[in-house]
């Protein structure tokens, strides 16, 4: 009898045999001694380099530079060390361990980059300037007569359709630019609340467009 | 991609869609799948949809992509 992990989206997961390096990672991260030390500075160093190289990738758009963007890559190199040596015994052998590994690391830097976006001053949350709306989404102003009226009934869509909060999310993310890890630790809500949240609120908002002739009905498919 | 065809994908929810808390359970498993050349998106359609409409997931995807791709060199 084959040994099911867990069913996602109708598939079971199965714990594949481990693979060499995969059984060799546990192995010496499990032990003690110096083995494992080394096992951990060496994990540790293989973590640090991911998360310089997202850091660097990422920080920049969120003015993030120097000693700063090099902080947080070894905060979240020792937190997410921290996080798997706790959760080893959670190890399923899905994927291979450094798979499994790494995500703790890039996890780390959204998280802390999420939080680090609030140290700008400037960054409005609720502000109604619907006059960013066109921009948002590139509408060229030469060709507003086009536009106009689409965007307009979109206004109105988010004023009748969505609930209070769906509307401060919405002004938060599409008018103002909030990052939603950002948003998540501002309103001290998570990732996946919010997402839901938007794409109930997208819906609503593409049904009351296409009621009134402006866009399709959204068929399910890839683009 | 003009404001329409912006707007219009940005409003684009597909019922197959996951969310994030699935699709980063699950992330290391389609990235292993996808890294190897293995048709993710057909064995995962609601990650793959997640994947595609979540910017945030979506990064985090391509980053960890990125990382074993560099680190199998």
């Known amino acids: 009898m084959t040994a099911v992990n867990r069913v996602v989206e109708g598939m079971p997961i199965v714990a594949a045999r481990l693979d060499p390096e995969s059984a060799e990672w546990l192995r010496v991260l499990g032990g003690v001694g110096r083995q494992r030390e080394a096992a951990l500075a060496r994990l540790h160093a293989m973590l640090l380099r991911i ?22 890559a070894y905060q979240a190199a020792a937190d997410a060390l921290l996080a798997i040596t706790a959760k080893l015994s959670q ?9 499994w590994a790494y995500k703790f690391v890039i996890l780390e830097v959204s998280a802390k980059i999420g939080r680090h976006f609030w140290r700008r001053p400037d960054v409005p949350l609720y502000a109604e300037d619907w006059d960013r709306l066109p921009g948002r989404f590139g509408f060229e102003p030469a060709q507003q007569s086009e536009w106009r009226d689409l965007l307009a009934a ?27 890890d950002a948003l998540a630790v501002r309103l001290g809500s998570n ?12 819906r609503k908002l593409r049904a009351a467009l296409a009621a009134n002739g402006y866009l399709d009905h959204h068929t399910p498919g890839r683009s | 991609m003009n404001g329409w ?69």
């Open chain 1, 51 to 72: 998360a310089q190289a997202e850091a660097r990738r990422r920080g920049p758009r969120l003015r993030i530079t120097g000693p700063e963007l090099e902080d947080l």
């Open chain 1, 91 to 99: 190890f399923r052998g899905e994927s291979r361990f450094t798979t």
């Open chain 1, 154 to 180: 979109l206004c109105r869509a988010v004023e009748t359709e969505l609930t209070p909060r769906q509307r401060e999310v919405f002004v938060a993310i599409v008018l103002n630019g909030v990052p939603l």
């Open chain 1, 191 to 202: 990732r996946n609340a919010l997402y839901k949240m938007m794409f109930d609120a997208r």
């Open chain 2, 5 to 73: 065809q912006a707007l219009d994908r940005f409003l684009r929810t597909d019922p197959r869609d996951v969310g994030c808390a699935e699709a980063m359970e699950m992330l290391h498993v389609y990235v292993d799948l996808v890294a190897s050349g293995a048709p993710a998106e057909q064995q995962y359609p609601g990650i793959d949809a997640h994947l595609r409409a979540c910017g945030p997931c979506g990064e985090d995807f391509e980053a960890l992509l990125a990382a074993v791709r560099d680190t199998a060199d």
